[in-house]
């Protein structure tokens, strides 16, 4: 709680102890002079911040190398920040030959951690390990992440919000061989290396271990993959999101003798129908409608001079 000024024109400036890293800050007013009428007016200022950013372009991968090839660890933390636009994409990735790995994801706009810190395949030890955390996490905002391990003990944190867990099977360590690699998973062979998508977007302040990654590539110590561009300024999209309520619409000039019908966004939305494009055809020769029907996305084109009059097209739940 913080007292505030007497009269309607001083000042009254409080310094927070701790800086406090939020995307919204809400006002309660607790009490308010009785005498006078309720008003309030609030300024909140930043404080400079820095840190080494670097931009995954989709292709490119980050590896670090360990020193003596192999890496046995019964204790990991993991930190680091990201923000992006895609929902699917390897966050960072390492395995041995034994069968141990970690592997950090995104899959439909959630985190994913898989961890297996090893299987017996001639017994009934089982060690996969996978958490699900998050939501619409392709919102282009910064998210923190933070892994914590102990043995099998095992804490995610997103965005300051924890979970607790342990991993399946009876071993303590993780083996790793080679190298931890970020933004994606280097090309092996392997068919999990090739189905998985690369991560595109920014990531910043990756410590692996008390290392300091993004520090050691923007030195140029590590090698990135000769596939893809690796670069150290957060490429903002160029895409300006729009919102719709349940009246308004926006309306854009078609153009004139072209063959071609030719449209693509993104949305996202709570509602399960609602129209998304309608477009009339030249010469009255029929319309486009897009819609949305019980969460189903439905294109609908309507031809005027053709035996095949209309064409229905459903996709997505």
């Known amino acids: 709680a913080f007292p505030g000024n007497i009269n309607s024109d001083s000042v009254v400036r409080h310094d927070l102890q701790h800086p406090i890293i939020a995307r919204y800050v809400r006002i309660v007013p607790l009490d308010w002079n009785g005498e006078g009428r309720i008003g309030l007016r609030i300024e909140v200022y930043g404080c400079s911040y820095w840190a080494d950013v670097i931009n995954f372009d989709g292709h490119v991968v980050l590896p670090y190398r360990f020193r003596n090839k192999k890496m046995k660890t019964l204790k990991d933390v993991i930190a680091l920040k990201f923000k992006t636009s895609e929902s699917e994409g390897v966050i960072l990735h390492g395995e041995g030959q034994q069968g141990d790995y970690i592997t950090l994801e995104l899959k439909k706009a959630k985190l994913v951690l898989s961890l297996n810190l090893g299987s017996n395949q001639l017994g009934p030890i089982y060690g996969h390990t996978s958490v699900m955390t998050g939501s619409l996490l392709d919102d282009h905002h910064w998210h923190s992440v933070v892994i914590e391990r102990q043995g099998r003990s095992i804490n995610l944190t997103l965005d300051r919000s ?3 867990f342990r991993t399946n099977g009876e071993f303590d360590y993780l083996d790793l061989d080679y190298e931890i690699t970020f933004g994606g998973i280097p090309f092996s062979g392997k068919p999990s290396s090739s189905s998985r998508k ?8 990756i410590n692996y271990n008390g290392i300091n990654i993004t520090d050691l590539a923007r030195r140029k110590k590590l090698e990135p993959s000769n596939v893809g561009n690796l670069s150290f300024s957060c490429v903002e999209p160029y895409t300006v999101p729009v919102f719709f309520n349940a009246t308004s619409y926006l309306e854009v000039p078609g153009r004139l003798n072209q063959d071609l019908f030719s449209v693509s966004f993104q949305f996202r939305t709570w509602n399960p129908n609602g129209l ?5 055809f030249a010469d009255n020769l029929g319309n486009v409608e897009i819609d949305l029907t019980e969460s189903k996305v439905g294109v609908h084109i309507n031809i005027t001079q053709t035996k095949m009059s209309q064409i229905d097209i459903s996709s997505g739940q």
């Open 162 to 164: 924890m979970q607790h």
């Open 198 to 205: 690369n991560f595109k977007g920014c990531m910043e302040s």
């Open 276 to 280: 998304l494009v309608f477009s009339h």
